[in-house]
Nanobody
Framework: QVQLVESGGGLVQAGGSLRLSCAASGRTFSSYNMGWFRQAPGKEREFVAG????????YYPDSVKGRFTISRDNAKNTVYLQMNSLKPEDTAVYYCAAGGRYYNEVPKGWNYWGQGTQVTVSS
């Protein structure tokens, strides 16, 4: 099992940047593919980035490609989401996930979830 705790959310103006972190417990973190999702009020949970266990493979949907970057530090049991050129439509609760295929955009395909961190982008 792995437990996930997100941090780094906050309020930022449109065009700004934020970096989210997800700290994982457990000695098997490096064996898990990791992902980031987001959920805005009244909307379904949406995949925004995935990374393979070694960090060598990443995947992004078109909605964030070129603006968001996922990375991981297996020595620190942490995965990051660097978000640049933020837009008001990026406003959501962002969740870290573990255990799915790194390119799987379906939430049910992931086994472990953090509690989420709020990102608000003002116009």
């Amino acid at each position: 099992q792995v437990q996930l705790v997100e941090s780094g959310g906050g309020l930022v103006q449109a065009g700004g940047s934020l970096r989210l972190s997800c700290a994982a417990s457990g000695r098997t973190f490096s064996s898990y593919n990791m992902g980031w999702f987001r959920q805005a009020p009244g909307k379904e949970r949406e995949f925004v980035a995935g990374i393979g266990w070694s960090g060598g493979s990443t995947y992004y949907p078109d909605s964030v490609k070129g603006r968001f970057t996922i990375s991981r530090d297996n020595a620190k049991n942490t995965v990051y989401l660097q978000m640049n050129s933020l837009k008001p439509e990026d406003t959501a609760v962002y969740y870290c996930a573990a255990g799915g295929r790194y390119y799987n955009e379906v939430p049910k395909g992931w086994n472990y979830w953090g509690q989420g961190t709020q990102v608000t982008v003002s116009s």
